[in-house]
């Protein structure tokens, strides 16, 4: 609470009192819930991102998101917020003021985020945070931005000690504070536009396809399709607790009919399906572990869990959250993370709905 003490205030010392009092509205309790009661009321068009979320990354004490807003206020507050935020769990953060874009034609966004070293590494499309040129890959040390590398990258992996990023240049490691490509003894480096690592064991991803690095090329392991004959489409790779996955908008992946619509899961030498979920036809774009262990998946539509009502019983997808967007079709779950116990979502949606009960919360939201 703040608290004013006025002694013989004129109206303009009046004025500023009550304008720094509007401008931080105070927090509704009933607004947060208790742990694992709801969604969280507080991300109104009043504190939350004006447009897309695309990114979610946990550090140790904030929460990293990134997208194409190019503000976002805290409880109704006028400072400048662009592309990169941070959420302490009571209020937004500032990490950039202002951005500079790279394409006119895309705008700018954040494409990949990940924690390396203790620090926050950024790829998308930016030249300049606050000033400071970072070309298209910054890294944000707790106190300020520099650029990264040389390299542009179209995605970014972490694994252990090592980094790994899709790049126009190929896929490149880091190693020893220095960018290295691996893929020298190509005649034509496959471009791939997704990456993924399991320790030294590196994926890539380009259209339907998705590659395992041998150490000198890239062998295909699976390729998407839909059984519909639709247009099959890999939104990402990821590795979680060690295991590849492939999410998007497929039902089949080689030779393989998929139970679970979007999800395909990588056992080493082949692909099988998490859960039993075909029939919901919703693409995939988001996945992470949640806090008890079971997988959460961000999708057209909704955010998903992956659970078992009893130990005889297969594991099946129930709904977390529908999302819809201003004029009440469905939303996209583009982003999921978990820290502290508490489910964050980002993507494209203004409300939240659970058990029938709507809520409006502007393209990010959280769980507890």
């Known amino acids: 609470m703040r608290i004013l003490r006025l002694h013989y205030a004129t109206s303009f010392t009046l004025a500023i009192a009550i304008a720094a009092c509007a401008a931080e509205t105070p927090v509704d309790p009933n607004a947060i819930p208790n742990a694992g009661s709801g969604w969280d009321r507080r991300f109104v068009a009043e504190n939350s991102p004006n447009n897309i979320v695309s990114k979610i990354t946990a550090g140790t004490d904030l929460v990293f998101v990134g997208g194409s807003f190019n503000q976002v ?4 507050d006028q400072k400048q917020r662009q592309h990169i935020v941070a959420w302490t769990g009571a209020d937004w953060k ?8 790279s394409d006119p034609l895309e705008g700018a966004t954040a494409k990949a985020m990940e924690m390396f070293e203790g620090e926050l590494h950024v790829a998308g499309t930016f030249d300049k945070f606050d000033g400071v040129n970072v070309f298209e890959f910054a890294k944000w040390n707790g106190t300020e931005w520099k650029n990264a590398s040389a390299i542009r990258p179209y995605d970014i992996a972490v694994s252990g000690v090592n980094m790994y990023v899709a790049s126009a240049h190929g896929a490149c490691e880091i190693r020893n ?3 290295i490509a691996f893929e020298t ?5 496959k471009y791939i536009k997704r990456i993924a690592a399991i320790e030294t064991t590196v994926y890539g991803q380009l259209g339907a396809d998705v590659f395992e690095w041998t150490g000198v090329d890239w062998k295909t392991i699976g390729t998407v399709a839909r059984t519909d004959a639709g247009a099959p489409i890999i939104h990402d790779i990821i590795v979680i607790n060690h295991t590849l996955y492939a999410i998007g908008d497929f039902d089949k992946i080689g030779s393989t009919t998929l139970d679970s619509y979007g999800i395909a899961r990588w056992d080493g030498t082949r692909w099988v399906g998490e859960g039993d979920d075909r029939g919901s036809r919703a693409a995939v774009y988001a996945l992470t572990r949640g806090a008890q262990g079971g997988l959460l998946a961000g999708r057209f539509g909704a955010l998903a869990e992956l659970e078992s009502t009893s130990p005889s019983d297969p594991m099946q997808w129930t709904i977390m959250g529908d999302v819809k967007r201003t004029g009440g079709e469905p939303g996209k779950v583009l982003a999921v993370a978990v820290h502290k116990g508490i489910v964050y979502i980002g993507g494209d949606f203004t409300s939240i709905a659970d058990d029938g009960q709507s809520i409006t919360s502007h393209y990010f939201g959280a769980y507890h």
């Open 73 to 76: 206020r805290s409880r109704g």
């Open 94 to 101: 500032t990490l950039v003021a202002s951005v500079a874009q």
């Open 177 to 179: 504070g220095a960018w």
């Open 185 to 189: 003894g190509l005649a034509t480096p």
